[in-house]
């Protein structure tokens, strides 16, 4: 068994598609560090990865002290690490203020749609959680920024298929949608890792094939352990943080009135 597949056999991985946005130029949002959002996304997690996959249109997508990343349909990108990062459709621009974060995912998944009139941009975020000491050995030595395109293959288009038929079953009265985006959240993780680690130069990076190949090994006993009692690791319940706004936590959504359903 590969080390990816070996890694995700004891990694607990729980997630959800959470914004369904139309942006049209210029727009801008900046989402805060994974940290500060995981509260609100998934009470309890010690470790929070967010993504994006961008389905019409494109965008750039900026991290501190790095240049802007293009992003066009197809890009699927994450961020192993947590960073805050700001979303737009050129770089430079100030990012968006509007509602508080809590209020924007009152309701999930939320549809959210703003921006100037120009050129639209659809994408759509989610997240996966997991525990700390198993999100380090999944996502050791990625780096802060991680993008794929997942067009061009079979797989791909399933996946975007997917995801628009997930967020058209969350709204649908049928029991159940919150499970398909959840399930999917998964795939979509687990995609874009694949894809990435096929796009790096063999023995370039070391990812995944040592690293967490031997923390894999080194957590199977301690895992099989576990389950052969019964007994798991439970996330610590953190107290209920400060207000925080998205996308911007000492602000809020929208510099005009963006139109949300």
């Known amino acids: 068994m590969d080390a990816l597949s070996q890694t995700l056999r004891v990694v607990r991985l729980v997630g959800s598609i959470f914004i369904q ?4 130029a210029p727009w801008c949002y900046q989402s805060p560090t994974a940290d500060s959002v995981a509260p609100v996304l998934e009470p309890g997690a010690e470790r929070l990865v967010i993504f994006h996959l961008i389905t019409e249109g494109e965008c750039f997508v900026e991290l501190p002290a790095q240049a802007p990343v293009r992003l066009v349909a197809g890009d699927a990108v994450l961020f192993p690490q947590g960073h805050a990062h700001r979303m737009g459709s050129e770089p430079g621009l100030p990012p968006a203020r509007g509602a508080r974060l809590s209020e924007v995912l009152a309701r999930r998944p939320r549809l959210l749609s703003y921006g100037g009139g120009g ?3 659809r994408l759509v975020c ?4 997991c525990d700390a000491r198993l999100g380090r050995m999944l996502l050791a030595g990625l780096p802060p920024l991680v993008r794929v395109n997942v067009r061009g293959s079979d797989a791909g288009a399933w996946l975007e298929a997917s995801v628009r038929y997930a967020l058209a079953e969350a709204r649908s009265p049928r029991p159940g949608g919150a499970g398909v985006l959840a399930k999917l959240s998964e795939v979509v993780f687990i995609e874009v890792l694949r894809l990435h680690m096929n796009e790096q130069a063999e023995g370039r990076t070391g990812w ?3 690293a967490t190949a031997s923390s894999a090994a080194r957590s199977m006993p301690c895992t099989a352990s576990r389950r052969a009692t019964g007994r798991s690791r439970n996330w610590h319940a953190r107290p ?22």
């Not at 946005?21 to 049209?24: S, V």
């Not at 809020?252 to 359903?261: N, V």
């Open 21 to 24: 946005g139309r942006f049209t």
């Open 119 to 121: 050129p639209a941009t």
């Open 126 to 129: 989610g997240y996966l959680a």
């Open 208 to 210: 995944p094939a040592s």
């Open 240 to 261: 209920t943080p400060r207000a925080r706004c998205w996308p911007n936590a000492s602000s809020s959504w929208s510099a005009s009135r963006p139109c949300s359903t």
